[in-house]
């Protein structure tokens, strides 16, 4: 919201999840309570190996940017498999098809038929991009975080108030997607983003 609104709700008292947008309200007079929120780490003994890196992505915000084609050249590459859940917040076609030199596996689903069938796609990952541009809480950033996975996320609020930049993730820009090397790193990185949860 433009700071207008924050203007306008000054009177108001408000939880916020990100420091960002608790300091803007705070400049604005409102009473603000910044929060952080992490969910239970999964034990150290049932983290994820590195041998091979094997990536989910929901395309939820295509629209955004946030799409299969911009995973693909960030770390197309460097993957031995890619899920993407190809299920958009927005109405439209947004088709993923690997390039035909794509050297790792592709699978894609829509709907799972429960939450059980979701969760053991996603626990077959050991990468973890952020679905979409910023968030609010930014739980699935968080859960990913707690089960050791590395994350990969667009450098804004909240991701970046929990992300910092090749020490416990990567943070990356979505308008100058780039290639990134992570094999070498993969696990370090997602040890001290499990870390940083615990």
């Given at each position: 919201m433009p700071d207008l609104h924050w203007l306008f709700g000054h009177k108001g008292r408000f939880i916020n999840f990100s420091l960002a947008l608790n300091e803007r309200i705070r400049m604005a007079g409102g009473e603000t309570m910044l929060v952080r929120y992490f969910p239970e780490p999964v034990e150290e003994a049932k983290l994820p190996q590195f041998h091979e890196l094997n990536a989910?992505?929901?395309?939820?915000?295509?629209?955004?940017?946030?799409?299969?084609?911009?995973?693909?050249?960030?770390?197309g590459g460097e993957l031995t498999s890619l899920h993407v859940h190809n299920v958009?917040?927005?109405?439209?076609?947004?088709?993923?098809?690997?390039?035909?030199?794509?050297?790792?596996?592709?699978?894609?689903?829509?709907?799972?038929?429960?939450k059980a069938e979701f969760s053991g796609c996603l626990g077959r990952a050991n990468v973890f991009i952020a679905p979409r541009v910023a968030e609010g809480i930014g739980m699935a950033l968080l859960e990913a975080m707690a089960q050791?996975?590395?994350?990969?996320?667009?450098?804004?609020?909240?991701?970046?108030?929990?992300?910092?930049?090749?020490?416990?993730?990567?943070?990356?820009?979505?308008?100058?997607?780039e290639p990134v090397s992570i094999r070498g790193s993969a696990a370090q990185l997602a040890k001290m983003g499990w870390r940083t949860v615990v």
């Open positions: 989910f992505f929901w395309q939820r915000r295509p629209n955004h940017g946030m799409d299969f084609g911009l995973v693909d050249t960030l770390v958009a917040d927005v109405p439209g076609n947004f088709a993923a098809r690997p390039r035909p030199d794509a050297l790792y596996r592709f699978s894609h689903s829509t709907w799972f038929r429960d050791g996975k590395l994350v990969l996320a667009h450098g804004a609020p909240t991701n970046s108030e929990y992300v910092s930049n090749w020490v416990n993730g990567i943070l990356f820009n979505k308008d100058r997607p």
